[in-house]
């Protein structure tokens, strides 16, 4: 178990509970509540745990409702309650909770990162709150929440950006009995808090995408599967977990997919996007194991008996413990009751099962999971623990590990595209290979069989999460990124340098490389050059121009420090050579081939002309149309045939390139037509040029 002494809340005022930290720097991502836990709809959808970062709408948060019970508590009025409880929710601030911190700490300070001048991360400013060069995780979070019943909860969240461990963050929770039932630091309580019992449902999305791909209410979890695994954990938990065995049944966890949709006329495993070539937009595969579970407050041993509930709940079924009133009371006793392990609402609304493998005969089963128990809210990963008792000052701590796996985005692709291909051609009978190299004719049991592997995929992460934990986040560390990247576009080439990694130093330090995407930044990037240690030029800066860019395309770069492997040769996580996080210097800024200014009205060329939406001109910009050779500062203006103005440009950046997306001043996407642009200048010359668009 990893040992941090209880920060002391006297000096702290309450804060806001809708405060939030986000942690941006490996391929799982999200952001984490002062209220102490998570409602991901941000009021305009569900955000949070987005993996893989690298691409848009992979969020897969739902909620996760969070409580904690006693029994025998007497308040500071002296009302005695059976049982007592209280429900982290930001609604509760003020009544039952009390968010008194919420930090974050990096181990280092990370690079700045500038395109054409402009500072990429100064819109992150203010998410890092301090630094600690001796601390192993890459981001800690720290969270305290001190609650109307006296009980404290210390939560701290630790990520990592090593390749082999950014998609999982581990959470230690430390539950102290302060006495202290609201925000300032007088303690008011100084009796024994027993039979406490804690406890949360959590519910994923499955992938943003499968909003529109599954649809239905997906967007928060509605066709969401649970599965649990570990029921013999206790016959296990001193065998090692190998990299000759690496993926193990027995760790205790609790995870989520997207199953069918009731309303799909097609089998939707997969979230196969039918509307474009066939990508699996959910391949997602998303839960938390139990790492480490106190047996009592001077009992730190591992209760290996724990959690006493593991498994599923109907997802909007639960007791409303209100605002800690006295006519609450009943739902204080059905919370205590479904904290100790029995289903709200009955044994058709939970079980500890594993609930795919009990209701579906086979991977293309049509069944819908939320019809398992009738909560159209979807279902829920529930885990609770307890009963402790803690006396005054005394803690107890859980530790968990949430991760996300799943098909990569090529596999998702393949796959996905392959199925559509026989989806979309009747008699298409493959035959189509599956991942253990045999063969099937039935296209949905192929696409299936290969989402499915997700579930492998996970628990290779939860035991890698485990591991760490067991190590004492002893994990081999990549080297540190370069302290800055710096990326210019020019006339015929796009400039990048890098200070050098604070790693240099190290004996197994290997040296660079430089990675470049075309069109968009979220799509796949190639490696364009690499040099060694002691390449870099006097001033102590790496320089790398790139030649090949073509004019009118957008370019995206990230750079990586590696090392030679030779310290990686544990058995925490594959061996061989480890690198920086490309989150670290990945650029959301496009770089491009700039001209000069256009010397004359004569020169201003319209590229394509005509547009043809099926020839893609630009790599990744479908919609893009560009303006080249025009004057450095001009106004362009866009009208229909008839004259209607439909789009303002003001031009000003000096150079001879202007680009243009296709859609109006109002957001909306153009028709095909003939179309007119006025270029004038400021001196009030102007010219024009027709162009045709084809849809």
């Known amino acids: 178990m990893i040992g941090f002494s209880l920060i002391s809340i006297a000096g702290f005022g309450q804060i806001d509970g809708s405060q939030k930290r986000y942690v941006r720097v490996g391929s799982l991502q999200s952001h984490f509540s002062a209220y102490g836990s998570e409602r991901a709809w941000n009021n305009s959808y569900y955000e949070g745990l987005i993996w893989p970062a690298d691409y848009p709408f992979q969020d897969n948060s739902v909620i996760k409702r969070a409580w904690a019970a006693v029994q025998n508590f007497q308040d500071e009025n002296g009302v005695y309650w059976p049982e007592y409880g209280i429900y982290y929710t ?31 991360n100064i819109i992150f400013a203010g998410e890092i709150d301090d630094y600690d060069m001796d601390q192993l995780p890459d981001r800690i979070i720290t969270n ?26 581990i959470k230690e929770f430390t539950f102290t009995n302060t006495g202290n039932i609201d925000s300032d630091p007088e303690i008011e309580l100084s009796a024994p808090l027993t039979g406490v019992r804690i406890g949360w449902g959590t519910r994923y999305s499955m992938g943003r995408e499968a909003s529109w791909t599954i649809g239905d209410g997906q967007s928060w979890g509605k066709h969401t599967w649970v599965t649990r695994r570990g029921e013999d954990y206790s016959q296990h938990y001193l065998e090692a977990i190998t990299p000759e065995n690496p993926i193990v049944d027995w760790l205790r966890a609790g995870f989520s997919w997207a199953g069918q949709g009731e309303k799909n006329t097609f089998d939707n495993i997969g979230g196969p996007d ?7 937009t959910s391949p997602h595969h998303t839960g938390s194991v139990v790492l480490h579970v106190d047996r009592a407050a001077n009992d730190h041993n591992d209760w290996i008996e724990q959690p006493v509930f593991l498994g599923w709940h109907a997802g909007d079924t639960y007791p409303d413990v209100g605002d800690q009133r006295v006519d609450d009371a009943p739902f204080m006793s059905e919370l205590y009751d479904m904290l100790s392990g029995t289903p709200y609402g009955g044994s058709s609304m939970g079980g500890q099962t594993r609930m795919d493998e009990e209701n579906l005969s086979s991977i293309t089963d049509p069944i819908d999971p939320w019809k398992v ?29 949430e991760a996300i796996n799943g098909l990569s985005r090529e596999m998702c692709e393949l796959i996905g595209e392959r199925w559509k291909t026989a989806y979309d051609t009747p008699g298409d009978n493959g035959p189509f290979e599956l991942p253990d190299g045999s063969e099937t004719s039935d296209m949905n049991v192929y696409k299936n069989s290969w989402v499915y592997t997700g579930k492998d995929s996970l628990m290779l992460s939860f035991g890698r999460a485990k591991r760490n934990y067991d190590s004492g986040f002893n994990i081999p560390r990549p080297p540190l990124p370069p302290a800055s990247f710096t990326v210019e576009s020019g006339g015929d080439r796009i400039y990048t340098s890098w200070l050098p990694s604070p790693s240099e130093a190290n004996p197994d330090f290997g040296g660079y490389r430089l990675y470049r995407a075309i069109g968009k930044p979220d799509t796949s990037y190639t490696e364009i050059f690499a040099c060694g240690l002691g390449t870099a030029v006097p001033e102590l800066t790496y320089y790398f121009d790139d030649t090949t860019p073509l004019r009118g395309q957008a370019y995206y770069y990230y ?17 061989g050579s ?35 939406i099926r020839q893609e001109a630009f790599i990744g910009q479908p919609d893009k149309l560009a303006f080249y050779d025009i004057p450095g500062v001009c106004t362009i ?42 270029f004038e200048k400021p001196d009030g010359t102007s010219t024009y040029r027709k162009f045709i668009v084809v849809r």
Do not use: C
């Open 637 to 678: 203006r866009i009208y229909t045939e008839r004259g209607d103005l439909i789009k303002t440009i003001d031009h000003d950046d000096g150079s001879g390139d202007e680009s243009w997306l296709l859609s109006t001043d109002m957001r909306q996407v153009i028709v095909s037509g003939i179309y007119i642009a006025h």
């Open 373 to 401: 128990h009738g909560d159209g809210g979807g279902t829920n990963v529930m885990m609770t623990y307890g009963p402790f008792d803690l006396a005054l000052g005394e803690s107890i701590t859980i530790v968990e590990a």
């Open 559 to 575: 750079v990586l420090a590696f090392d030679d492997g030779s310290n990686n040769n544990t058995d925490l996580n594959p061996r």
């Open 578 to 612: 480890l690198h920086s996080s490309r989150f670290y210097t990945k650029t959301s800024k496009a770089a491009t081939l700039k001209r000069k200014a256009g010397a004359h009205f004569d020169q201003i060329r319209i590229v394509p002309n005509p547009y043809n």
């Open 144 to 169: 305290v929440v001190n609650s109307s019943m006296g009980l404290t909860m210390t939560r701290r969240i630790y990520a990592f950006t090593q390749q082999y461990h950014d998609n999982y963050f």
């Open 274 to 280: 039918l509307l474009a070539k066939g990508r699996l």
């Open 90 to 120: 930001l609604a509760a601030e003020g009544v039952g909770l009390f968010p008194m911190e919420l930090r974050q700490t990096s181990s280092f300070k990370p690079p700045d990162i500038y395109v054409d001048g402009d500072d990429l």
